[in-house]
């Protein structure tokens, strides 16, 4: 069982940046991979990063590369995602999932799931 808290989002404007943090408990973390997921109000919930349990691999959205960045703390239990040069397009609660993958870009792919944050990017 693996529960996964989110933090970090919150207000920022267009061009600025943002961490999220997603703290893990349990024993089994370290062999999960992790993913961040985003919904934006009227949407359905879309792929965002994923990492896999070593984080040597990592699996970008097309519409995040070299914008944002994904990695993790296995000693702290945390993954983080920095976003950088964010875009009103980038609002949305933000979601950590793990899984027995990291780059299956479907929700139903994930067995675990945080409760969201929220990030709002103002023009």
């Known amino acids: 069982q693996v529960q996964l808290v989110e933090s970090g989002g919150g207000l920022v404007q267009a061009g600025g940046s943002l961490r999220l943090s997603c703290a893990a408990s349990?024993?089994?973390?370290?062999?999960?991979?992790m993913a961040w997921f985003r919904q934006a109000p009227g949407k359905e919930r879309e792929f965002v990063v994923g990492?896999?349990?070593?984080?040597?691999?990592?699996y970008y959205a097309d519409f995040v590369k070299g914008r944002f960045t994904i990695s993790r703390d296995t000693a702290k239990n945390t993954v983080y995602l920095q976003m950088n040069k964010m875009e009103p397009e980038d609002t949305a609660v933000y979601y950590c999932?793990?899984?027995?993958?990291?780059?299956?870009?479907?929700?139903?792919?994930?067995?675990?799931w945080g409760q969201g944050t929220q990030v709002t990017v103002s023009s």
């Open positions: 990492i896999s349990w070593s984080g040597a691999g990592t």
């Open positions: 349990g024993r089994s973390f370290s062999r999960y991979g």
């Open positions: 999932a793990a899984g027995l993958t990291y780059s299956r870009p479907t929700s139903g792919a994930y067995n675990y």
